[in-house]
């Protein structure tokens, strides 16, 4: 529960988060906005890129060799619950990671999870 004073939006209200994730995914070919967990989320064909996690937090799919990097790179940002030790996906900060980063970050999932052809014809429009 948010505390009450705070600037972060309600628990309940999740659109700020997705808002915020949507944007920084604009560019990208093919993205599905769905729920993931009963959160909106974003996905690329049936393969999850990001969800919202709650109002301050989104879950963004990312190899372990790259998480443990970026844990270690930028832990104000980046950060691991125990549920998500092992797992292939990185907890994110949106008070803390810049739009740009944010941006980067989902092109290299999206990179990883969509198909080949859909990657050809994106990396061919930006030139």
């Not at 309600?10 to 967990?37: H, K, M, N, Q, W």
């Not at 963004?60 to 844990?71: I, S, T, Y």
């Not at 740009?100 to 990179?111: C, F, G, V």
């Amino acid at each position: 529960m948010a505390v009450k004073g705070s600037a972060s939006p309600p628990d309940g209200d999740l659109s700020a988060a997705f808002d915020v994730l949507r944007r920084a995914a604009g560019g990208l070919l093919e993205i599905v906005e769905t729920t993931s967990y009963g959160t909106p989320a974003l996905k690329v064909g049936k393969k999850l890129i990001a969800r919202v996690k709650d109002a301050e937090t989104i879950v963004l799919m990312c190899p372990l060799d790259e998480k443990e990097m970026l844990l270690e790179a930028a832990p104000s940002i980046y950060f691991e619950t125990d549920h998500y030790k092992g797992w292939p996906a990185l907890l994110v900060r949106l008070s803390e990671i810049g739009p740009d980063e944010l941006k980067h970050r989902l092109e290299q999932a999206w990179l990883r999870l969509a198909p080949k052809k859909l990657v050809e014809t994106w990396r061919g429009a930006k030139g």
